[in-house]
């Protein structure tokens, strides 16, 4: 790659009016902090209070994937605190807290612990090196006499905690040069500690988007055009504002998006506006989305590198096309990945506040400074005039990275002069996404007499996420697009092309990204190289893994775990698949069933070496939510679209995994000192093909489009 992902989005956050700074923590990319934030604000990560309170600011949202327990860790280690005793609230939108590899205010592409990793460490340490150097002022006595534990600073017969020392810390300069703790001295760091968030979200007392509320607030329902990108030609709102408790209907941009694109009616309580809001008539101009289709997709996608050049995902090796003219057997597959939505269990909703010039927005978001930055930009704002409060999400997977909802609550709540919550209805969510592009992965090899591959040429075709969001240059790599594409097996001669295939539909980065659809590709026609060669998938795959060793180690821990070779239940068949994401290392073996064309995944192991570990609990419970949410996408979940608009409505015609469906998962973690990789979104990679795998070996039938259960029945 001739770039990287953080500089996609640095670039594309500045495009879209949104300020990008260094960070405020010396060696992180910028300006060296002023410490004294506030009297009891130390550095912009942590805030001690009189009563020796410690709060974390944290620059990422809490999503479900455990950040406001993994993120305390690594600030309570270092401070020498209880971290049951440091409490968490998420920062404002401000370039203090910036994603150092993502460039923006972001949380997603499984950052949050390797962007972290060192920055809150350094904060931690800076902290206890101040609270320690502010006693040492008062009582004069040298620093290095006096030590900082269970927050208190002790030495020489005195004692202060950190509450009573956290005024004169915020004035002691920041340390430049911090020592860390060896990892041989962690107490917190790689404990499976219980999530702190565990207890509130159980009492029912946490406070979700979804829960939040205002004094004086009122609620929209918002009807959208039905074809993405549809416009208001007239509309008739008479029978409206008839109903009860209506305030208003308003006609607004559709979250920044096409101008008089949706229509918000307001009124005194939720259901009410969701009721008035269906005797709006309403006349749509559909616009050019109006001629969209999947059959147009897919046509559009497939025969793409006709009228767009090829970009190397990377140079190629050797001679490709040379070596496929000279090789014993030579095989061609294509595989497919279908449009997807993310439907996280809370649907979209925010709260808007607009008084005079100032506008606040409450509620569940990604990119707290893309709502920022579009909302300012929606309402002539000035963008440090917004300010933006994150509750929890429940449930993002990319999809809070778009922030059109919270631009719609703005503009609904300068429209009406008062608070406003929006609310989307589960229908509108599943029809107004920002959908995983559908791709295209063609794949050819050419083998010796030995079975061995000696070429192997890999060309995506798919759209451009971060074009059609962010507006990369066209001809121009779009990282986010050959995650994984480069699979890990030593062959000689290597040829991948990326197309970048634009379908006009909206599109939007999905848990795991593109590591599903290439993984999906390569892992799988990798199991067809062995077959065709007569090998065993995972030993076909060792002899290619001489010179990967992390990769090596996890398959044989997965295969062996697995039984891989044993006998297995009649009836049952084993498939494995291997990747590498974000950092992380990892295998999977899925044990599967077919009868008919009802396919039963009954279990699924995985080794995944992650590097370090702040909170091996958490580790285990994403691994296994990505299970769960890559198999619903494998077997059955599907968005179609017919004349501009999607087919599917909710979960009764866009299935998800049943927990009578759900496989046992064995989880084998591998301990390691390599520096930490992510683990929200790599799983969810590697179901697909190791269940695809599985299928084949069980009926010889070689599936090579998501979903499953749909593919089955067309094979």
């Not at 993120?71 to 920062?91: Q, R, Y």
């Not at 269970?150 to 005024?167: D, Q, R």
């Not at 060896?182 to 565990?198: E, M």
């Not at 179609?640 to 009764?652: A, C, E, I």
Request: charged share 20%; hydrophobic share 40%; aromatic share 6%.
């Amino acid at each position: 790659m001739t770039t990287n992902r953080r500089e996609f989005l640095k670039s594309s956050a500045a495009a879209a009016g949104v300020a990008v700074l260094g960070m405020y923590v010396p060696g992180f990319g910028g300006k060296e902090a002023n410490a004294a934030g506030s009297l009891h604000t130390p550095n912009v990560w942590v805030h001690i209070a009189d009563n020796n309170e410690v709060t974390l600011i944290s620059h990422m949202s809490e999503m479900g994937q455990g950040v406001h327990t993994a993120l305390p860790a690594l600030i309570a280690e270092e401070l020498s605190v209880d971290i049951n005793k440091v409490k968490v609230t998420t920062a404002p939108a401000d370039p203090a807290y910036v994603n150092g590899l993502l460039g923006a205010q972001i949380t997603g592409g499984s950052t949050s612990i390797r962007d972290a990793w060192e920055k809150l460490r350094v904060g931690g340490a800076q902290v206890r090196m101040m609270l320690v150097q502010a006693a040492a002022n008062k009582w004069g006595v040298d620093a290095s006499t006096l030590k900082a534990e269970n927050g208190i600073v002790s030495g020489g017969g005195k004692s202060a905690t950190y509450g009573e020392l956290a005024g004169a810390a915020a004035s002691v300069p920041v340390p430049k040069e911090v020592k860390l703790k060896d990892p041989s001295q962690f107490k917190i760091v790689g404990k499976a500690i219980p999530r702190l968030d565990a207890a509130v979200k159980v009492n029912g007392t946490a406070e979700f988007g979804i829960d939040a509320k205002v004094p004086g607030m009122v609620y929209a329902s918002i009807e959208m055009a039905p074809v993405i990108g549809g416009k208001v030609k007239s509309f008739d709102d008479s029978a409206v504002k008839k109903q009860p408790g209506v305030i208003g209907v308003y006609k607004i941009s559709n979250g920044g998006g096409a101008a008089d694109g949706a229509i918000a009616v307001v009124a005194d309580t939720y259901w009410h506006a969701y009721k008035a809001r269906k005797a709006l008539k309403v006349e749509w101009d559909m616009g050019a989305g109006g001629a969209l289709s999947s059959k147009t997709f897919w046509e559009s996608t497939a025969t793409a590198e006709k009228t767009v050049d090829a970009i190397k995902i990377r140079p190629d090796a050797g001679d490709a096309n040379a070596a496929l003219k000279g090789a014993k057997k030579v095989l061609k597959a294509e595989y497919r990945t279908n449009l997807m939505a993310h439907q996280p269990l809370e649907p979209m909703n925010m709260i808007g506040i607009v008084t005079g010039d100032k506008c606040e927005l409450i509620g569940p978001t990604q990119f707290q400074q893309g709502a920022q930055g579009q909302a300012a930009a929606v309402l002539g704002f000035k963008p440090e005039n917004v300010t933006v409060t994150t509750t929890y999400l429940g449930g993002g997977f990319g999809r809070r990275v778009c922030v059109d909802y919270a631009v719609q609550a703005a503009e609904v709540a300068k429209a009406c002069g008062k608070p406003v919550k929006i609310l989307w209805s589960r229908e509108d969510d599943m029809k107004n996404d920002y959908y995983r592009p559908l791709s295209i992965n063609r794949m050819e090899a050419g083998l010796d007499a030995a079975g061995k591959p000696v070429a192997y040429k890999h060309q995506l075709n798919s759209q451009s996420i971060t074009q059609a969001l962010f507006g990369l240059p066209k001809k121009t790599l779009d990282p986010f697009m050959v995650e994984a594409a480069v699979a890990p097996y030593e062959i000689a001669n290597t040829s991948h092309d990326l197309i970048i295939a634009d379908t006009g539909f909206r599109v939007g980065y999905l848990r795991a990204v593109s590591h599903t659809m290439n993984c999906f590709a390569n892992e799988c026609f990798m199991d067809e190289l062995a077959a065709a060669a007569g090998k065993d998938p995972v030993q076909y795959r060792l002899d290619l893994l001489a010179n990967e060793p992390r990769f090596a180690n996890v398959l044989k821990i997965a295969a062996e775990k697995a039984g891989w070779g044993k006998k297995l239940p009649k009836g049952r068949a084993l498939g494995v698949a291997l990747m590498e994401g974000y950092g992380t290392y990892m295998a999977q073996v899925a044990e599967v069933s077919v009868k008919g064309n009802d396919i039963k995944v009954h279990k699924v192991t995985v080794a995944c070496d992650c590097g370090r570990m702040v909170n091996p609990g958490i580790v285990r419970q994403q691994l296994e939510s990505g299970i769960v949410y890559g198999l619903s996408h494998a077997l059955y979940s599907d968005i179609t679209v017919t004349n501009g608009k999607v087919d599917q409505s909710n979960f009764h015609d866009f299935r998800v995994l049943r927990l009578n469906e759900t496989p046992e998962m064995d989880i084998h973690l591998v301990e390691s000192t390599e520096k930490p990789g992510g683990t929200g979104e790599p799983s969810t990679s590697l179901i697909g093909p190791a269940v695809g795998n599985a299928i084949a070996t069980a009926t010889g039938k070689r599936l090579r489009a998501f979903p499953f259960a749909k593919a089955i029945k067309a094979a």
